[in-house]
């Protein structure tokens, strides 16, 4: 199913359905529900704190919640989540890129810079 994001999604739910005890799949249901069109981010973010109350200390699982805050605009909590995140995420782009966002948004130039570079590092050396 890899990019067959529609078809992907709808095999999630059905597990979701037999199992909601899973948070991983809470987790990606999220990922999908905050990231592919139609976008619904009350849901998502509804589904990935289900996923927390499972596993409260993943890291991926908290990754998933500061992008969607990040989407929802609710900076200072992404900040929160996007932070605790980034100890497990170090080298993930994506976690630098919206903490940058996040902390523009905030006012903290210099953080939003620090995670700034630290994503285009990241960037140029995946070319």
């Known amino acids: 199913t890899r990019g067959a994001f529609v078809e992907s999604?709808?095999?999630?739910?059905?597990?979701w359905q037999r199992d909601e005890q899973d948070g991983a799949v809470a987790?990606?249901?999220?990922?999908?529900?905050?990231?592919i069109q139609p976008r619904d981010l009350p849901k998502a973010l509804k589904?990935?704190?289900?996923?927390?109350?499972?596993?409260?200390?993943?890291?991926?699982?908290r990754e998933t919640r500061g992008q969607i805050f990040a989407?929802?605009?609710?900076?200072?909590d992404a900040v929160r989540?996007?932070?605790?995140?980034?100890?497990?995420?170090?080298?993930?782009?994506?976690?630098?890129?919206?903490l940058a966002d996040?902390?523009?948004?905030?006012g903290d130039e210099a953080r939003s810079q620090a995670h700034r570079r630290v994503a285009e590092d990241?960037?140029?050396?995946?070319?």
């Open 9 to 15: 999604q709808r095999l999630l739910e059905r597990v």
């Open 27 to 35: 987790n990606n249901l999220a990922w999908f529900y905050s990231n």
């Open 47 to 61: 589904m990935v704190e289900h996923a927390l109350r499972l596993e409260p200390d993943r890291v991926e699982f």
């Open 71 to 76: 989407k929802m605009e609710r900076w200072a």
């Open 81 to 98: 989540d996007l932070e605790f995140a980034v100890n497990g995420l170090v080298e993930n782009q994506e976690v630098h890129e919206a």
């Open 102 to 106: 996040s902390y523009g948004k905030l």
């Open 122 to 127: 990241l960037a140029n050396r995946s070319l």
